[in-house]
């Protein structure tokens, strides 16, 4: 037993690796843990054995649980994450096969303004600068219901969606934007590039970090993309991650998270030369990276680019011990969420979630966060309503539930649009409402 302010505390034995079937010793040893290891690294094979993060066990973030299921069994994988001493990839091992994961996405890209904004921005501006016409041809790598495509097509700019999820891709070719339903990687793009296909343009946002066989990836861009041809990426920048202490972005969907650092390593040993790079806001702070041929003189090395290397390399992204005190944080923030939410509770106040992102899922799970806290949560996708979130089973519903219950409390789990959300809830006000939002940490609006 212990006394932490005023609060008796039972300690019970660790029986953790009996339960889980993972030592639970060394992931608190955490950046120089020498016990079990989390395989071989996913681009350089060496042996990974630093944690990044360990936040236990949890069910895939993406799977929605139908209302006839909610006493079924759920399948808990381990979300921990580790650090390759090497290449400084960090990484999650594939504990489901991706065909498991994205065949029936549950995540729409077109349920978000500021995001389709976004993209038809990128749009406007990539066909200036690489002028396209009618004889290009754009590809998106996880194309997924041509939230984005949709844009080249007035412009009579050729487009080819891959995406393997058959539902949101329905949903694309129904846009007008032709879409193959497979995975993406070496096999595939030989097959097409045999089939006379190459890329002026290859785009992969947010799909990256969901490969599994990156290797396979990123050698498929360099088959697929013409001589000339420019290949654009975005993903969640691992710098905003760690400064920002957005571990709720971590899920087993995501298997890679990159740095400038470790994209640029792991795109030279396929042939690839960053060139460029756009910092942007979309996912709490991504980078697009520009890449090219390696062969590929006509495109030189931006002001921009020189630059983030040298952050990178001056906030020790290239050094193993940067990476062993991320855990501490995230222990820290679900202190405080809980701390927050037992106050409000004891208060007697109604609380609520506003989203049902992939990140709230992480972050309810890791909290132990279920309706003992939150009655309910809502979205505007339909796909998610009358549905209940994995693991937590807070359920979902439509917007329109919060003017109907008038809560206390709304806590937003898609943290990163807060402003558009507390803008389209400025209604609630009118009781006297407040926002709460978890990251970086726990603040009210
Ligand atoms: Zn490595």
Same mark, same amino acid.
């Given at each position: 037993?212990?006394?932490?302010?005023?609060?008796?505390?039972?300690?019970?034995?660790?029986?953790?690796?009996?339960?889980?079937?993972?030592?639970?010793?060394?992931?608190?040893?955490?950046? !120089?843990?020498?016990?079990?290891?989390?395989?071989?690294?996913?681009? @350089?094979?060496?042996?990974?054995?630093?944690?990044?993060?360990?936040?236990?066990?949890?069910?895939? @973030?993406?799977?929605?649980?139908?209302?006839?299921?909610?006493?079924?069994?759920?399948?808990?994988?381990?979300?921990?994450?580790?650090?390759?001493?090497? @290449?400084?990839?960090?990484?999650?091992?594939?504990?489901?096969?991706?065909?498991?994961?994205?065949?029936?996405?549950?995540?729409?890209? !077109?349920?978000?303004?500021?995001?389709?904004?976004?993209?038809?921005?990128?749009?406007?501006?990539?066909?200036?600068?690489?002028?396209?016409?009618?004889?290009?041809?754009?590809?998106?790598? #996880?194309?997924?219901?041509?939230?984005?495509?949709?844009?080249?097509?007035?412009?009579?700019?050729?487009?080819?969606?891959?995406?393997?999820?058959? /539902?949101? #891709?329905?949903?694309?070719?129904?846009?007008?934007?032709?879409?193959?339903? &497979?995975?993406?990687?070496?096999?595939?793009?030989?097959?097409?590039?045999?089939?006379?296909?190459? #890329?002026? %343009?290859?785009?992969?946002?947010?799909?990256?970090?969901?490969?599994?066989? %990156?290797?396979?990836?990123?050698?498929?861009?360099?088959?697929? %993309?013409?001589?000339?041809?420019?290949?654009?990426?975005?993903?969640?920048?691992?710098?905003?991650?760690?400064?920002? /202490?957005?571990?709720?972005?971590?899920?087993?969907?995501?298997?890679?998270?990159?740095?400038?650092? !470790?994209?640029?390593?792991?795109?030279?040993?396929?042939?690839?030369?960053?060139?460029?790079?756009? &910092?942007?806001?979309?996912?709490?702070?991504?980078?697009?990276?520009?890449?090219?041929?390696?062969?590929?003189?006509?495109?030189?090395?931006?002001?921009?680019?020189?630059?983030?290397?040298?952050?990178?390399?001056?906030?020790?992204?290239?050094?193993?011990?940067?990476?062993?005190?991320?855990?501490?944080?995230?222990?820290?923030?679900?202190?405080?969420?809980?701390?927050?939410?037992?106050? #409000?509770?004891?208060?007697?106040?109604?609380?609520?979630?506003?989203?049902?992102?992939?990140?709230? /899922?992480?972050?309810?799970?890791?909290?132990?966060?279920?309706?003992?806290?939150?009655?309910?949560?809502?979205?505007?996708?339909?796909?998610?309503?009358?549905?209940?979130?994995?693991?937590?089973?807070? $359920?979902?519903?439509?917007?329109?539930?919060?003017?109907?219950?008038? $809560?206390?409390?709304?806590?937003?789990?898609?943290?990163?649009?807060?402003?558009?959300?507390?803008?389209?809830?400025?209604?609630?006000?009118?009781?006297?409402?407040?926002?709460?939002?978890?990251?970086?940490?726990?603040?009210?609006?």
């Amino acid at each position: 037993m212990t006394n932490k302010g005023g609060i008796v505390v039972s300690v019970p034995p660790r029986t953790d690796t009996a339960r889980t079937g993972f030592d639970a010793t060394s992931a608190e040893a955490g950046a !120089s843990s020498g016990g079990s290891t989390g395989g071989p690294c996913r681009f @350089c094979g060496a042996e990974l054995r630093h944690t990044f993060v360990d936040l236990g066990m949890s069910p895939l @973030c993406e799977s929605y649980v139908e209302a006839g299921r909610v006493n079924a069994m759920e399948a808990f994988y381990p979300l921990r994450v580790y650090v390759c001493h090497e @290449c400084f990839l960090v990484q999650l091992q594939e504990y489901v096969t991706a065909e498991d994961i994205f065949t029936e996405y549950a995540y729409f890209s !077109s349920y978000s303004d500021s995001w389709l904004a976004h993209c038809r921005d990128y749009v406007e501006r990539i066909s200036e600068r690489l002028q396209l016409s009618s004889d290009s041809l754009a590809v998106e790598l #996880a194309s997924n219901d041509g939230y984005l495509l949709q844009w080249f097509v007035p412009k009579g700019i050729p487009v080819l969606g891959i995406e393997p999820a058959l /539902n949101v #891709a329905k949903v694309a070719e129904d846009k007008g934007v032709p879409t193959l339903t &497979e995975f993406f990687g070496a096999e595939l793009a030989s097959k097409l590039v045999g089939e006379g296909t190459m #890329a002026d %343009l290859i785009i992969g946002n947010n799909v990256l970090a969901q490969v599994p066989d %990156l290797n396979s990836f990123v050698a498929g861009i360099t088959t697929l %993309l013409r001589p000339e041809g420019v290949v654009t990426i975005e993903f969640p920048h691992l710098q905003q991650l760690v400064e920002q /202490n957005q571990f709720d972005t971590i899920y087993h969907e995501h298997f890679s998270y990159f740095s400038l650092l !470790s994209a640029e390593r792991i795109f030279a040993a396929h042939g690839l030369r960053i060139f460029d790079v756009d &910092e942007l806001w979309t996912h709490g702070g991504s980078l697009r990276i520009y890449a090219c041929h390696a062969a590929n003189a006509r495109l030189g090395e931006s002001a921009a680019l020189a630059a983030l290397r040298q952050r990178e390399l001056e906030a020790g992204y290239a050094d193993i011990a940067t990476y062993s005190v991320f855990e501490e944080r995230a222990r820290e923030t679900k202190r405080k969420l809980l701390e927050y939410l037992i106050d #409000a509770k004891r208060a007697g106040k109604t609380v609520v979630g506003y989203g049902a992102p992939g990140k709230g /899922n992480t972050l309810l799970n890791y909290c132990g966060i279920r309706t003992d806290f939150i009655d309910f949560t809502v979205d505007r996708n339909p796909y998610k309503q009358g549905r209940y979130l994995p693991g937590t089973h807070i $359920p979902i519903h439509a917007p329109e539930k919060i003017a109907e219950v008038e $809560p206390d409390v709304i806590l937003i789990l898609p943290w990163n649009f807060k402003d558009e959300i507390i803008e389209q809830l400025a209604y609630t006000r009118s009781w006297g409402a407040e926002f709460v939002v978890p990251i970086p940490e726990v603040t009210i609006y």
